[in-house]
């Protein structure tokens, strides 16, 4: 083979590979979902001290103190909970978004371990996925 169409197999190989990427992975979307909606108040590491949280008065929580706070376990569906339904648990107060709304993605059902079913986002339980991640 000469070099110039060796050259040409080299590069039409390395232009092929740049285009496959790994698939995303949960995590990864519930990262990019979470800096994207949350990360203006619960802060980039999701300590609660993200540049708007000075404006909550009721105080911005550390997300990464979640399974701690429960005895070690991860609260998943509680988090999917709260996160889908905030402005139904706030009784008018709005400490955070409707993130359902906000989002405007198809509904999905997790099912949670107990068996309750919740009515939520693709993106919340990828949300919910990042957070459980990064637990300390």
């Known amino acids: 083979m000469s070099p110039v169409r060796a050259a040409l197999v080299v590069g039409t190989l ?8 790994r698939p995303e ?18 802060g980039k590491t999701a300590r609660g001290d993200g540049p708007m949280a000075v404006l909550v008065t009721t105080g911005v929580p550390d997300l990464r ?3 701690e706070r429960i005895g070690g376990e991860f ?23 409707d993130f359902g709304a906000l989002l405007g993605a198809s509904p999905t059902v997790y099912t949670a371990p ?11 339980v990828a949300i919910a996925d990042y957070l459980e991640s990064v637990q300390d």
């Open 65 to 67: 103190q979640l399974a």
């Open 75 to 97: 609260p998943k569906a509680y988090v999917i909970e709260i996160v889908t339904r905030i402005s139904d648990l706030h009784d008018g107060i709005m400490a955070m978004p």
């Open 25 to 42: 992975r949960p995590v990864d979307t519930g990262r990019a979902a979470y800096m994207e909606h949350c990360s203006s108040c619960h």
């Open 14 to 21: 390395a232009l092929a590979l740049s285009a496959c990427t």
């Open 114 to 124: 107990d068996g309750e079913q919740i009515q939520t986002y693709a993106v919340i």
